[in-house]
């Protein structure tokens, strides 16, 4: 290929980027307008910037700082609640191979069904057991997601380790749990990382649930947003800094699990 | 290895998520064989398949299963095919590839919600800047959200905005973990670029694609979040899905029996698919690598 063509690949690469990523641009940029030049109807592109809807969203009106804190806690005992189970879980499924079948299909199968299908029954659970509208209500619901994700993943990190290192472990008689703690933890170190993040950004990016099952207390960043809606009047400036805030630690996140991104979102099928 | 006591290792899994999914799921099955709603859940006269018939007499039930196959089948196929050549066009630049591809994969991870409100924002017939755009460049008023099959498009749209980088990421690993060998062959032979993509790169990554495809049917099968916020169903059901429709059975209709049939029916469909799938290409591509 000439050096022309080359240019012109480069130029389209721009567009492509430019055009995929507009929604975003919008809405920062639109997040530091004043609030009465939103709802302009003309195309205007100078304003002078201000931090105004950032000011609403802290202010008494809305708790929006408690739903950030709430949606940080849901996150992160979802994720690490899942890990604690889905270490050891998908340890058991990798290394014996009567499990692994059944297991591996069930949990693909709760990977694939729509949410939908667990809201109602779990709506119920919860308000049988009072857990609705609480963050470990929230969190158990998570778990309906996290689990089979971090399992799933767990697993193909667990499948590149090598057996003859737990061999030579168990010829020098340590017991399967010792293995697990001391020889596998560490080396699987890389794939806890890569699931955490991942974990945590389904979590926190999370909206039905959130809205069927939380009212006031445990109200999530997503559905904190969506408030912004109203029946009256939608509250685009509140809404746009509130999206600003909300997306910039996801793609901070993105960049740290980029190496395992793939694997993450094929559960393992392509790495 | 001996098969010694590995289970111990998935007994607090299969509680927890004995717990958070098959109870839900068996819990699920009871009710859709009574006749319950929000005000007697545990009471609910045994029908037996009473609400399973009842649905698939519903107009509206039908009507949500062609809005979801259209949404669907439009989305996934734009994703699958734009997605394909972003790849490509990132795979052949020389230089700076890494960070094209970041740049690329940034809306995917955009919570779904967050995204829809974004484009409610771009839509709107007033002050969105798309109408306007519209409306400055060639004088037309464009409604976008209360005409039945625009609003459809509308909703596809997003959707393809959002996941044709999930296309483009996963295609983009599968053509960077390809074999040299075969396209320098092919360049000796004289094949150009789009005989090479075309006899020699299509066939190496059909199995990935094929993977690709599956998890983008499943996951816009399952959109509900930027419907909900931008259209809530409207206007009338022109994008009322599956999803919406099984959360208006539930949460305006409070039809219980009704709506715990559908996922019930949903779930069975689901499980069968990835029956399928789970034999013939999960273990295909597994074993490739």
Same mark, same amino acid.
């Given at each position: 290929?000439?050096?022309k #063509? /080359?240019i ?18 919008? $809405? ?15 195309? /205007? ?5 201000t931090?105004?809807?950032? /000011? ?9 700082? /408690?739903?950030?804190?709430?949606? %940080?806690?849901?996150?992160?005992? #979802?994720?690490?609640?899942? !890990? ?9 499924? #990798?290394?014996f191979?009567? $499990?692994?079948k059944?297991v ?9 069904a ?23 209500? !929230? ?37 399967r749990?010792? %293995? ?12 806890? $990382? ?16 959130a809205?069927?099952?939380t ?12 408030r912004?809606?109203?029946?009256y009047?939608?509250y ?14 996801? %793609?901070?996140?993105?960049?740290l699990?980029?190496?395992?991104l ?9 790495k | 290895m =001996?098969?010694? =006591? ?7 899994s ?7 999914a ?10 859709? +064989? ?7 859940? *545990?009471?609910? @006269? ?14 509206k +039930? ?53 995204y ?7 839509y ?18 464009l409604?976008?959200?209360? @005409? ?46 789009? @005989?090479?993509?075309? *006899? ?10 094929v993977?690709?495809?599956? +998890? ?7 959109? +509900? ?19 919406? *429709? ?7 209709? *409070?039809?219980?029996? @009704? ?5 019930v029916i949903?779930?069975?469909?689901v ?7 789970f034999?013939r ?9």
């Open positions: 290929m000439n050096r #063509s /080359k012109w690949l480069y130029i389209l690469a721009v567009v492509v980027v430019l055009i995929f990523n507009f929604p975003l641009m919008f $809405v920062i940029v639109t997040s530091f307008k004043p609030l009465g030049e939103i709802m302009l109807p003309n195309l /205007k592109f100078t304003f002078s910037p931090l105004e809807n950032y /000011k609403m969203l802290f202010s008494e009106t809305f708790p929006f700082g /408690k739903y950030i804190l709430n949606s %940080i806690t849901i996150s992160l005992i #979802s994720t690490i609640g899942a !890990l604690a189970v889905a270490v050891p879980g998908s340890y058991g499924i #990798s290394r191979g009567k $499990v692994k059944n591996a299909f069930w949990i693909l199968s709760i990977r694939m729509p949410p939908v299908v667990f809201a109602l029954p779990l709506f119920l659970i919860l308000k049988w057991i009072k857990l609705i509208d609480t963050i470990p209500g !929230l969190v158990m619901v998570y778990f309906t997601f996290t689990v089979p994700l971090s399992i799933w993943i767990l697993n193909t990190f667990l499948m590149e380790i090598p057996k003859s290192v737990e061999e030579s472990a168990m010829i020098d008689g340590a017991t749990g010792q %293995i697990l703690y001391r020889i596998i933890f560490p080396l699987l170190m890389p794939g806890i $990382v890569a699931v955490f993040i991942m974990n945590f950004i389904f979590s926190w990016n999370e909206f039905f649930f809205l069927l099952m009212m006031d207390r445990a109200v999530t960043i997503t559905v904190g947003t969506a912004f809606v109203t029946g009047s939608i685009w400036g509140a809404i746009c800094a509130a999206s600003t805030i909300s997306v910039i630690p996801m %793609i901070i996140m993105t960049f699990v980029q190496k395992y793939v694997r993450g979102l094929t559960m393992g099928a392509i | =001996r098969n010694d =006591r590995g289970w111990r290792f998935v007994i607090p299969v509680i927890l998520l004995g717990f958070v098959l109870f839900p799921f068996i819990f699920s099955l009871y009710i859709s +064989f009574t006749e319950s709603t929000a005000y007697n859940i *545990y009471h609910g @006269k045994f029908v037996g398949l009473g609400n399973y018939i009842s649905l698939f007499k519903d107009i +039930f039908w009507d949500s299963l062609r809005v979801t196959l259209l949404y669907v089948a439009l989305s996934v196929s734009i994703e699958m095919i734009l997605g394909f050549f972003l790849a490509l066009l990132v795979d052949s630049l020389d230089r700076y590839q890494r960070l094209f591809m970041i740049l690329l994969i940034i809306p995917m991870m955009i919570a779904p919600l967050v829809g409100i974004i484009f409610k924002l771009l709107n017939s007033i002050y969105g800047p798309i109408p306007l755009f519209f409306r400055s460049a060639f004088n037309i008023e409604q976008i959200l209360n @005409k039945p099959f625009r609003a459809l498009l509308a909703m596809v749209i997003v959707d393809v905005f959002q996941w044709t980088s999930f296309v483009f990421l996963i295609t983009y690993s599968a053509l960077q973990a390809l074999p040299k060998e075969p396209f320098e062959a092919a360049m000796i032979d004289g094949a150009t670029y789009w @005989k090479r993509v075309r *006899y020699v790169l299509l066939p190496l990554i059909r199995p990935a694609f993977v690709i495809m599956i +998890f983008r049917l499943m996951d816009s099968f399952k959109t +509900f979040d930027q419907i909900f916020v931008i259209t809530g169903g409207g206007p009338g059901t022109a994008t009322t899905t599956l999803s919406l *429709y099984t959360y208006f059975l539930m949460f305006t209709r *409070y039809n219980f029996g @009704k709506a715990a049939a559908l996922t949903i779930l069975m469909v499980i069968v698919i990835t029956n399928l799938v034999k290409f999960f273990r295909e591509v597994s074993a490739v690598e």
